[in-house]
């Protein structure tokens, strides 16, 4: 029974996936050198290891005896959990400052008591009783979030003390429960993992399409819990555009959607519930639209003299709705990167690419910017779509680099969240922010976002950091844009420093026009900017809604405001 409890257990505590997998350093001998160069690293020993399991100590256990006997009642011994193991795996989710704290050791509040629901009526058992017995229930999906959303953060102290807090790992709920094939639907249970889910459906000939980089470890629940934007987003749209209806256990109730392919009837409710972050339920089964599995699929790489020139090729290919399945345009500072995760050529093939740098530094590619796109569906749309694509990529001087890239970037494309691991061993301080602008501002966030860096790079630490960006979800009104950056860190500071670039990158976005978030979601770390994002009357409706739902707030208590 416990098969996906085992699978996920394999995480690592201290980082990114599977503990027996890391980034595959030795087949990039540029990177680390290139790395090292670009923010002033100058030694070559780790230096930041993290500690051994045995030296993590967790918060006491604040276990509620009456909550805990009435589960006992409802659920099977090998469903409820205090291991510490198990305590240590459910207390914080992926973020660097997530990933910074464990692997010091310092872990400041574990849950007390995981549970394993196996179905909907389980579900809503569950929070009944703690409804009952003020009792806090963290939804807990992957726990891939890098937005404090799972950390147990409620501030509520009772006349008996703290609350008990009780995480609600959906990973047992995992199946698909049925497909209605004439209307392209299938019915799906939230706790499924990314994996398993595109594998059921596969078999019976169907795909989601919903690949976001964390899309081995993270689950249907939280991906309509965070509205979660995947690589293929362009030509399957985002979670939300993907869900039909779906179920969700309140405190006060059970919401229930009708599947229909539309409705008109008041406020769209399923639109509520996805990015609702477990403050408002329980995400239990969601129906969601599914299409047959591609026959073709065509991807391959393309060289942009600039940004700018990609940034209208895109636009203009949305425009003409000439739009492929996947893109993903890196700037210039994304494209140095990617040349140094390449395997160098030997032989004859350097010659052809040293011959190849040189002529296009002569053309007006010295701050080239590689874009790789990708085309899925039947073999006629894709040749027709690619071709169409291609001459409006080829219009604004666009260099073909082959089908080698799409080939390299699929393969790679599960690897790069593991390099994180890596430099964090030799002191190197990295994150990631993204965004969304309407096409008439997006150049000003991104070059705004590069400046505002820069300039804090330069005032803080050793003065050097690094900063890339690129484009992989678009729209007819704008596009997301998704920044990594990195430097050194400031030693015993770490955590102020992280929190000073967030805040530097999140106020420019802000500033310039863009939202706080296009698919990380809020958690806590985003909290703070919520109100100039909706409004403090959107703010105060949310509240309201909250209030109804969940009002003694014992749902993911501290999140999204
Ligand atoms: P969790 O982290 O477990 O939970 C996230 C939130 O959802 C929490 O607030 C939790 O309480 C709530 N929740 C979870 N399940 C339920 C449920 N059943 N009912 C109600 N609430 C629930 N995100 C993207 O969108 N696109 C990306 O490409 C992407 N890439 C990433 C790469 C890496 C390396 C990492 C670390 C993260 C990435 N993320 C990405 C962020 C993260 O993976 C997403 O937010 C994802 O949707 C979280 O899913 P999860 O199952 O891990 O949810």
């Known amino acids: 029974m416990l098969n996906s409890w085992e699978e996920y257990f394999m995480m690592k505590w201290w980082g990114w996936g599977d503990p027996n997998k890391s980034f595959p350093i030795e087949d990039k001998p540029n990177l680390w050198p290139w790395i090292k160069k670009t923010i002033s690293i100058s030694e070559n020993k780790k230096i930041a290891e993290p500690v051994k399991r045995e030296d993590i100590k967790l918060s006491p256990v604040n276990i509620s005896e009456d909550f805990l006997s009435e589960i006992k009642q409802i659920l ?65 999906g992957g726990g891939t979030n890098i937005v404090g959303g799972v950390d147990p953060r409620d501030q509520t102290v009772t006349e008996k003390g703290p609350r008990c807090i009780v995480t609600l790992d959906m990973c047992l709920m995992n199946k698909l429960i049925s497909i209605d094939p004439q209307s392209q639907t299938a019915v799906i249970q939230a706790g499924v993992l990314g994996p398993k889910l595109e594998k059921d459906l596969s078999e019976k000939g169907w795909a989601l399409g919903h690949f976001p980089d964390s899309f081995e470890y993270s689950t249907l629940g939280g991906w309509l819990a965070t ?175 082959g089908k080698g890239i799409g080939k390299t970037w699929s393969k790679d494309k599960f690897n790069i969240p593991y390099l994180r691991d890596y430099i964090m061993d030799y002191g190197v301080m990295t994150d990631v922010a993204e965004t969304a602008a309407v096409w008439s501002k997006l150049i000003n966030v991104h070059k705004k976002t590069i400046e505002e860096m820069n300039k804090y790079f330069k005032s803080h630490g050793d003065g050097t950091g690094y900063i890339g960006c690129h484009i992989s979800h678009t729209y007819k009104t704008g596009a997301c844009l998704y920044f990594t950056y990195a430097a050194k860190q400031i030693i015993g500071k770490e955590i102020e420093q992280y929190y000073g670039y967030k805040k530097i990158i999140t106020d420019t976005f802000m500033k310039n026009g863009a939202t706080l978030t296009h698919h990380h979601a809020v958690g806590y770390e985003h909290s703070p900017w919520m109100e100039s994002e909706i409004s403090s009357t959107g703010l105060k409706a949310l509240k309201g809604i909250k209030n109804t739902l969940d009002p003694k707030n014992i749902l993911n208590p501290g999140k999204v405001f």
């Open 227 to 401: 509205r979660s934007a995947g690589m293929q987003s362009d030509a399957y749209g985002k979670i939300e555009d993907m869900l039909v209806s779906l179920k969700m256990v309140t405190p006060s109730g059970t919401i229930i959607t009708r599947t229909t392919p539309a409705s008109s009837a008041g406020p769209d409710i399923n639109r509520l519930i996805v990015g609702s972050e477990g403050i408002l339920g329980v995400i239990t089964e969601a129906t969601m639209r599914i299409h047959r599995t591609p026959a073709a699929k065509d991807y391959r790489g393309y060289l942009f003299p600039n940004f700018e020139k990609g940034v209208e090729a895109i636009r203009e290919c949305v425009d003409k709705n000439w739009i492929p399945s996947m893109i993903r345009f890196q700037d210039e500072g994304e494209t140095q990167l990617a040349f140094n995760l390449k395997s160098p050529k030997k032989g004859i093939e350097s010659i052809v690419q040293k011959q190849l740098k040189k002529i296009l530094s002569v053309t007006g590619y010295a701050r080239p910017c590689i874009m790789v796109v990708g085309f899925e569906g039947d073999d006629k749309q894709v040749q027709i779509i690619a071709n169409e694509a291609t001459k409006i990529l080829k219009k604004h001087r666009a260099f073909s680099l």
């Open 76 to 140: 099977k011994n090998d469903q409820i959990s205090t291991t510490e193991d198990d305590r240590l795996l459910h207390s914080y989710g992926k973020s660097y400052a997530d990933l910074f704290y464990v692997r010091k050791g310092i872990v400041k509040k574990s849950p007390d008591i995981i549970l394993y629901p196996l179905s909907h009526d389980e579900v809503e058992n569950i929070i009944k009783i703690a409804n009952t017995h003020n009792v806090c229930v963290i939804p807990f």
